[in-house]
């Protein structure tokens, strides 16, 4: 079988998609033996059982992904950079790692993870702001088969203890503080007061970032640099086998509490490495800038893992958009000629509102690909990051994927297939989807609209929620038989593109970020004068989707209502943090139930959006008095 590990035409899109569906086996082989090391083969290519469901790739294979990410470069990538660090502040000096650099660093940093007892199997929690040593820190992980779970270091001390509690983490690497804009932010108290609750965490190693005075408890708590030094830049790579796992990454659930996802080690780097090559059609001398946090699943595949596997260059940027001032993006892009450039369309709605002028004052000439991620764009900050970002001369990959999926699963490829805006358009090869209605039944018309389910295994797909398969069945394979659901809607074109409608659940997705309702109504619903909530989304020129809240108070009257609003807020800011604070929280008699007692979430979801015109028939509700008293009362 022909290697399709680079798809440079749409001659070979075509001719590798149709391998990939009659023989996917072999396609997905020929992809592994021909582009990666392996320390032994594998006796399978793949085995599954999507009712269990169970799936192993590659499986009996020995290998270990960093020795695929760094070592097998050294002797002709090693003076090449490797990580390109640029700090909050434009005026400190931003750093080039090269794969030999990379590679001491990363061995050093095992060998402290080693001296401070961590083994094979054991679970790293990594809280840490954009710096080099958060991806040496993942890397050392995945050097020594440690399993690292990576906490956005933008979430409250009870959103981290719940993390390293679920996953039982041994140890916690953080920093003093970080930097973010003009302010600083103290990591290391956040970590404190998390392992208020924590009895797992033996071992705390700590960064120096921003140099304040912090306290260290003793024999739990360590300054990383003096280990560093003293640590040997040898370190011989674990043998690992292809299913045991990478790390685990929380997501947001519907419900309650948090999902640890799965990702294991062999499929996750071949998928990870062929997405990236292909959706971003990295060549050798490409500078490429994701611009997403490793906090989550994007920094994983799309800043360390793919990149990496690939021999790229990479960059990390630790501050946001808009410090200095509204041109940073771009002030980094000419700075470092970066090629390809991979943000939220978040970002880009923000940056469309500031004047011209601070796009127009950098040369934005080196920029060949364009790309959006965390949630569809929409067609007006669509066209104008094709206008004046890439001046209509570099593609935009408008790519869909989740936590989950570990890589990008439906995109447009750069030059290649046709973009078409508020469009992902196309599966990669070897991904195939299928729209279902609402009777279970797969839509077989070119032109539909129904749930986005994926039919067959593919290799980068999470393998199971930690500590509860029962879970990972229900949420992901019991909507419909033997196949997995992605919980979003789509609508597919006549000529097979696809466009994601959003989600059919109550996670919502702000600013990128998939939130579930439920544990913001938990926090909303701790405050003494609160009876009950709902939080619902609405559209939000900047966010995207933006946070509605409906409270009702155990007693209406006189509550000072804008400090009870302050106080909401907070609240959510500790249990959850400030990407889930509501933007807008109206006050409310009673909330529409249903007879059997269930919150109608459609409905507040049309009064927030204003079309309450098309509520449809409340008379069946317990309560429909409330519905008017809401409307009157809207925000």
Same mark, same amino acid.
């Given at each position: 079988?022909?290697?399709?590990?680079?798809?440079?035409?749409?001659?070979?899109?075509?001719? =590798?998609?149709?391998?990939?569906? $009659?023989? #996917? !086996? &072999?396609?997905?082989?020929? /992809?592994?033996?021909?582009?990666?090391?392996?320390?032994?083969?594998?006796?399978?290519?793949?085995?599954?059982?999507?009712?269990?469901?169970?799936?192993?790739?590659?499986?009996?294979?020995?290998?270990?992904?960093?020795?695929?990410?760094?070592?097998?470069?050294?002797?002709?990538?090693?003076?090449?950079? =490797?990580?390109?660090?640029?700090? $909050?502040? #434009? !005026? &400190?000096?931003?750093?080039? /790692?090269?794969?030999?650099?990379?590679?001491?660093?990363?061995?050093?940093?095992?060998?402290?993870?080693?001296?401070?007892?961590?083994?094979?199997?054991?679970?790293?929690?990594l809280y840490l702001p954009m710096i080099p040593e958060l991806a040496i820190a993942v890397l050392a992980c995945a050097r020594i088969g440690a399993v690292h779970s990576v906490v956005f270091a933008g979430f409250s001390a009870t959103a981290l203890a719940t993390r390293i509690n679920d996953c039982d983490c041994k140890m916690v690497i953080?920093?003093?503080?970080?930097?973010?804009?003009?302010?600083?932010?103290?990591?290391?108290?956040?970590?404190?007061?998390?392992?208020?609750?924590?009895?797992?965490?033996q071992t705390v190693l700590v960064v120096k970032r921003i140099g304040t005075q912090i306290t260290l408890k003793e024999n739990r708590d360590y300054w990383i640099q003096p280990l560093l030094d003293a640590a040997s830049s040898v370190c011989q790579a674990e043998v690992m086998d292809a299913e045991d796992p990478l790390f685990i990454l929380y997501t947001s659930g519907s419900t309650g509490k948090p999902k640890g996802m799965v990702h294991t080690t062999a499929g996750y780097m071949v998928y990870s490495a062929f997405s990236f090559k292909n959706v971003f059609q990295y060549q050798e001398k490409d500078v490429y800038w994701c611009t997403a946090d490793i906090g989550w699943v994007t920094g994983h595949s799309y800043i360390v893992y793919g990149p990496l596997a690939n021999g790229a260059t990479s960059l990390m940027f630790e501050g946001v958009p808009t410090y200095p001032d509204a041109g940073r993006f771009w002030e980094v892009v000419a700075k470092h000629k970066v090629t390809?450039?991979?943000?939220?369309?978040?970002?880009?709605?923000?940056?469309?509102?500031?004047?011209?002028?601070?796009?127009?004052?950098?040369?934005?000439?080196?920029?060949?690909?364009?790309?959006?991620?965390?949630?569809?764009?929409?067609?007006?900050?669509?066209?104008?990051?094709?206008?004046?970002?890439?001046?209509?001369?570099a593609p935009i990959v408008d790519t869909w994927w989740q936590t989950e999926t570990g890589g990008i699963m439906?995109?447009?490829?750069?030059?290649?297939?046709?973009?078409?805006?508020?469009?992902?358009?196309?599966?990669?090869?070897?991904?195939?989807?299928a729209l279902m209605d609402d009777t279970g039944q797969q839509i077989s018309t070119p032109q539909g609209q129904g749930k986005l389910c994926i039919t067959f295994p593919w290799p980068s797909m999470a393998r199971t929620i930690y500590g509860d398969h029962q879970r990972y069945k229900q949420t992901y394979f019991s909507t419909?038989?033997?196949?997995?659901?992605?919980?979003?809607?789509?609508?597919?074109?006549?000529?097979?593109?696809?466009?994601?409608t959003g989600r059919v659940d109550d996670v919502i997705i702000v600013s990128g970020h998939n939130l579930g309702t439920a544990p913001i109504e938990d926090a909303i619903n701790q405050h003494p004068l609160i009876a009950e909530s709902a939080v619902v989304g609405f559209p939000h020129d900047v966010k995207g989707?933006?946070?509605?809240?409906?409270?009702?108070?155990?007693?209406?009257?006189a509550t000072n209502q804008d400090q009870l609003r302050k106080e909401i807020n907070t609240k959510i800011r500790q249990e959850i943090g400030a990407i889930a604070k509501l933007d807008k929280i109206q006050f409310t008699q009673g909330l529409p139930k249903t007879r059997s007692g269930k919150i109608m979430r459609r409905i507040l979801r049309k009064i927030a959006e204003k079309q309450t015109d098309t509520l449809g028939d409340i008379s069946t509700l317990l309560n429909p008095e409330v519905v008017n008293d809401i409307k009157e009362n809207a925000l």
């Open positions: 079988m022909k290697n399709h590990y680079h798809i440079d035409t749409l001659e070979a899109y075509n001719k =590798a998609c149709e391998d990939a569906s $009659n023989t #996917p !086996k &072999d396609f997905w082989a020929t /992809i592994a033996r021909e582009n990666f090391d392996w320390i032994a083969p594998w006796e399978s290519v793949l085995e599954h059982d999507l009712s269990i469901p169970q799936v192993s790739w590659f499986k009996g294979a020995k290998l270990n992904i960093t020795l695929n990410c760094i070592d097998r470069h050294l002797p002709t990538r090693g003076s090449k950079t =490797a990580l390109l660090f640029e700090p $909050n502040n #434009p !005026k &400190d000096p931003s750093q080039a /790692i090269t794969y030999k650099e990379l590679h001491q660093r990363v061995c050093k940093m095992a060998n402290v993870l080693k001296s401070k007892g961590i083994q094979k199997g054991d679970r790293v929690c953080t920093s003093d503080g970080s930097y973010r804009g003009a302010k600083t932010i103290d990591l290391k108290s956040i970590v404190d007061t998390a392992l208020l609750s924590c009895e797992v965490v390809q450039f991979y943000t939220a369309p978040t970002a880009i709605r923000a940056l469309a509102k500031e004047s011209l002028s601070v796009v127009e004052r950098h040369d934005l000439s080196s920029l060949k690909v364009l790309g959006t991620v965390g949630e569809p764009i929409n067609e007006e900050a669509w066209h104008w990051y094709d206008d004046h970002i890439g001046k209509n001369k439906i995109t447009s490829l750069p030059g290649i297939t046709k973009t078409i805006p508020t469009y992902a358009t196309l599966p990669l090869p070897g991904i195939t989807l419909f038989d033997k196949v997995y659901f992605t919980g979003d809607g789509a609508l597919r074109d006549p000529q097979g593109n696809y466009r994601i989707t933006a946070l509605y809240g409906y409270v009702t108070l155990k007693k209406s009257g």
